[in-house]
């Protein structure tokens, strides 16, 4: 295949502990360290092996939201990925718009594959590959641990409730991928260097001809109900009486 | 009035028992009328225990071969075909729910409210970001149809004994053939349902080995408990995936926790935010599991674990 598009999401790092703002108008993110979402470097990871083991010939990678996530895309291509696209928005958009974004970019590049991770881990939503999959028209393989291309077709095993689940989909496809699909390689002085001067396009989601899909009015962000630290007991017969205390054994 | 369309999950034979949840949350919707769609090659057994849920209007079936197993795709198209008049379609936020929803959602143009918690309104919902560490109160559109699905650890299943009346739909829908089932690979056991189990029995990184997680199944079996895990287990090759409980596995609510050699990080905790009690057994005093355990007990699980499970 020619081209494996994917998506990377600038969000809070997995290591910060998010903070609900005082007036509950969202978290804290002033000075927070941002990085790629996790399973974006996984998707990443995925389509820079599919590249080097001579399966496409080009890994673009996408970002939608605040331009800042530039950072997040030169750390893509500092990966290996050979150009970037950044559509600019002032707020990462809602998942149905990225989708729509994601399209246009898709119908523009036409490529073979699009791999994003299985959710964002800060709006946990899980969604946005599903979503443009189904715009797209085309077959979507999500939460997979292990993809394998056989020319025009690829075989998904994916994590599922009940263990794995295989299937196999024609591409052009949409897979989104869990963590334990591979190791992500991390990123040496001089890749940083090389990646400063891979070509990195800005378009604003606006000059897209996207359209907004209609969004949610987010109201209120709340802690949520903490746990209270309980009892320590001192052997396995404290825990057996205090188990037994509560009506649990 | 809202009218309520859920999408039954099942696996051909029995319904699963994120449905009786999933119609716990709908009910929660004023002067909701809930009917329940199953989709399936051949839907009598689940339909009439879909149509036994206390809460349920209506059953309606799909059947096609095509839908003998749960292709997003090739179930979207259906799903949408047959929303006309629904203001809500819901599915649960089990693997089956988070791969389909999506896409029906995408295909009625609007976007998903996902792993909704609490119910404030019928277009106004709670739902937990950040790995759990914050609670995103939301408004729907109202002019829209809401496409969500339910976090099921927030729901008690709704009881059964009742008879809504089940009827079959004819739709047209062109289905593709462009996505193919080829296997599952499930773990065969017959302890009980990690998702559904009073009481869960957890190990982590520290249990070091998968011959050592016969320690833990001892425990769970001598307990009559579901056995889970932290991601660093699984990923450690010490137990299967769909063992993994937090943030990227499942969501569970058992009365009964314990966790053993997990740390505690924030992405497990927030797959055990909603259990009855949760007990650590940790050798490391200070780790932050303690902060969240009802019982704590310091330790060498190595020790404690046959111990606990000679002393039960
Ligand atoms: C995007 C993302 C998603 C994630 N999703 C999940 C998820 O869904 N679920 C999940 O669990 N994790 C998830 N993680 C990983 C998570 O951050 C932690 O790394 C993981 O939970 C740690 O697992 P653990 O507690 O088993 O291991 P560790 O953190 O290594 O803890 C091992 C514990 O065992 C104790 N110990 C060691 N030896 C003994 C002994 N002999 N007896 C008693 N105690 C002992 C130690 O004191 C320590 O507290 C995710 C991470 C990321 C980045």
Known sequence: MDKILVGLKRVVDYNVRVRVKSDGTGVETDGVKMSINPFDENALEEALRIKENGGASEVIVVSIGPSEAQQQLRTGLAMGADRAIMITAEEAPDSLTCARALLSIVEREQPGLVILGKQAIDDDNSQTGQMLAALWGRPQATFASELAIDGDTATVTREVDIGMETIEIDLPAVVTVDLRINEPRYVKLPDIMKAKKKPLDELALADLGVEQAPAFAHTNFAPPAERERGIMVDDVAGLVAALKDKGLV | ?312
């Open chain 2, 1 to 312: 009035m809202s009218r309520i369309l859920i999408i039954a999950e099942h696996d051909g034979a029995a319904l699963s028992p994120s449905v009786a949840k999933t119609v716990a949350c709908a009910a929660q919707i004023d002067a909701a009328q809930i009917d329940v769609l199953v989709l399936a090659a051949s839907a009598a057994d689940v339909a009439a225990e879909a149509a036994s849920l206390d809460g349920v209007n209506r059953v309606l079936t799909i059947e096609n071969a095509a839908n003998e197993k749960p292709l997003a795709a090739v179930l979207a198209p259906q799903i949408v075909a047959a929303t006309e008049g629904y203001s809500h379609v819901f599915g649960p936020s089990t693997t089956f729910g988070r791969d389909l929803m999506p896409r029906v959602a995408a295909l009625l143009g609007v976007n998903q409210v996902s792993d909704i918690m609490s119910v404030e309104g019928s277009h106004t919902f709670k739902r937990p970001i950040y790995a759990g560490n914050a609670v995103v109160t939301l408004d729907a559109p109202a002019e829209h149809v809401v496409v969500a699905t339910v976090r099921t650890a927030s729901y008690k299943a709704v009881a059964g004994g009742s008879s809504a009346p089940v009827e079959s739909l004819a739709i047209e829908a062109e289905l593709p053939s462009h996505t193919r089932y080829v296997s599952t690979q499930a773990g065969a056991s017959d302890r009980p349902d990690l998702q559904t189990a009073a009481a869960v029995v957890s190990a982590g990184r520290a249990i070091g080995s998968e011959e050592n997680f016969d320690l833990i199944f001892a425990l769970a079996d001598k307990m009559g408990a579901a056995v889970g895990a932290s991601r660093a287990a699984v990923d450690a090759g010490y137990c299967p995936n769909e063992m993994q409980v937090g943030q990227t596995g499942k969501i569970i609510a058992p009365d009964l926790y314990i966790a053993i050699g997990i740390s505690g990080a924030i992405q497990h905790l927030t797959g055990i935010k909603d259990a009855g009690t949760i007990v650590a057994i940790n050798k490391d005093e200070e780790a932050p599991i303690f902060e969240v355990a009802d019982i704590g007990l310091a330790g060498d699980l190595f020790q404690i674990v046959p111990e606990l499970t000679n002393a039960l």
